[in-house]
């Protein structure tokens, strides 16, 4: 993800005006059609090519059954089933004749649909993905070979010790809210889903309806044509009704510990993660954590010059702050290139942490990292598909890109005491995670406190 601390659309909702110069330098018109979708426009000087990125707002986090975890991702490819007016086949073969880039991801929060092409086909593909997510077709054996293509694909990321240890981290520091599985899901959840074929159904109806989908189209038109071509494949579509209770994670009131035993010779790994807050454009709490990681466990960190530069104890240190609709985690992450090693480099981490609860940052090092991100955004937003995906990204958030103005205005108002008030509030020990990943050689050796 493109960081947050580097985003500010300088625009208003249906205003075309001079803008004042801002890191984002685009206007953009918001309107909504009567049932409930969401359309967003974003003209560029990039010319002739638009991208369109249909941000759905259902990711794993809307998966509140028990037993029937993934199913969101599992859409991301039933989606490319296709329908009666666009089988499978003919959807591609448009896409290629027109010379389209077509794909989709999903997160804990949403899934997006994203098509790049040339201006003067705007309408046919806005036109076959109206078709698409509301007449969406499959027939069961179609939906059972997905499924099975999702096991395969979690079998295949299996094979990644990050992987593994994510998913163990989450359902380690989770009791109840649903972020305690991946995107993935549970793999028994996934061997199940060749039987849930009615399920899926269900789900479909559920969270595929306008109230939850957002058109983001940003390149080389005018949004009266954008609206007029909207309002012709999409104003139909029913409005749906359904609406999660999403469960509350309860507060953690003890540090946790996990260890992953990884079946094969793999350099070990040190992930802690502690309970952070729901983003947020209207309180400091995002903006300073995300500052937080940025000064604490970058690679232009003291922690990183230490470890990975001048020690080399470890090959690699990250750290990501929360940017999810409900709390998520404040996670940092080391690989440790000798077991003997991990329990320093851990306590090395939890000392970091400890320094920014203890004393503010020096003013001039925050000040370097807004200058910074700020360049980084200058030289990443160089396409209209740049434009749009980071614009899915919040717009998933808040449905609006007004929350980047918003969260922009409180990275603004960062005050060193600001930094080290987040890392005092949210980096505690009780709401602590710790996992670790060893490898044959390593079993038993050198875990977590």
Request: glycine share 4%; with cysteine; hydrophobic share 35%.
């Amino acid at each position: 993800m493109v960081p947050k601390l580097c985003l500010f659309l300088a625009g208003a909702a249906l205003s075309f005006g001079a803008q004042p110069a801002k890191v984002f330098p685009y206007a953009y018109s918001q309107e909504d059609l009567p049932n409930g979708l969401r359309l967003i426009t974003v003209p560029t000087d990039y010319a002739n090519i638009v991208a369109v990125y249909i941000v759905v707002q259902t990711g794993s986090r809307n998966e509140v059954e028990p037993g029937l975890t993934g199913f969101a991702h599992l859409f991301e490819h039933l989606m490319f089933r296709g329908t009666a007016q666009f089988p499978s086949e003919k959807y591609n073969q448009s896409l290629n004749r027109i010379g389209a880039a077509s794909n989709a991801s999903t997160s804990d929060d949403y899934t997006v649909y994203h098509t790049t092409f040339s201006k003067e086909d705007l309408d046919s593909v806005l036109s076959m993905e109206a078709d698409r997510f509301q007449h969406l077709k499959y027939a069961e054996p179609e939906f059972k070979t997905e499924s099975l293509a999702v096991l395969g694909e979690y079998n295949k990321n299996s094979a990644s010790p990050f992987s593994k240890l994510n998913e163990v981290i989450h359902d380690t520091a989770y009791e109840r809210h649903t972020y305690k599985h991946t995107t993935m899901g549970f793999l028994k959840d996934i061997q199940d889903m060749p039987n849930q074929y009615e399920y899926s159904l269900k789900f479909f109806d559920r969270y595929y309806r306008p109230e939850y989908t957002t058109i983001v189209v940003v390149g080389d038109v005018k949004p009266k044509a954008v609206r007029a071509i909207v309002d012709k494949s999409w104003s139909e579509w029913k409005r749906g009704s359904y609406h999660p209770d999403i469960p509350v994670e309860p507060p953690q009131d003890a540090p946790r510990t996990a260890n992953v035993d990884w079946p094969s010779p793999t350099l070990p790994i040190v992930a802690i993660a502690y309970k952070g807050p729901a983003y947020s454009d209207t309180t400091k709490d995002t903006a300073a954590l995300d500052a937080l990681a940025y000064l604490a466990f970058s690679n232009t960190s003291d922690l990183y010059q230490k470890l990975v530069v001048q020690e080399q104890k470890a090959d690699s240190v990250s750290g990501n702050a929360p940017d999810n609709v409900d709390p998520g985690l404040f996670q940092i992450t080391a690989r440790v290139k000798k077991v003997a090693d991990m329990d320093t480099v851990r306590d090395e981490i939890l000392n970091t942490v400890q320094q920014f609860q203890q004393k503010p940052v020096d003013a001039a090092k925050l000040d370097t990292v807004r200058k910074r991100l700020r360049y980084q955004l200058a030289l990443s937003m160089d396409n209209s598909d740049t434009i749009a995906a980071i614009l899915s990204q919040y717009v998933a958030l808040r449905r609006t890109p007004a929350t980047i103005n918003a969260l922009y205005d409180q990275y603004g108002k960062l005050t060193p005491e600001d930094i080290q008030q987040a890392a005092a509030k949210y980096l505690v020990e009780k709401s602590r995670t710790i996992v670790t990943l060893t490898g044959p050689a390593a079993t038993g050796a050198g875990g977590a406190k």
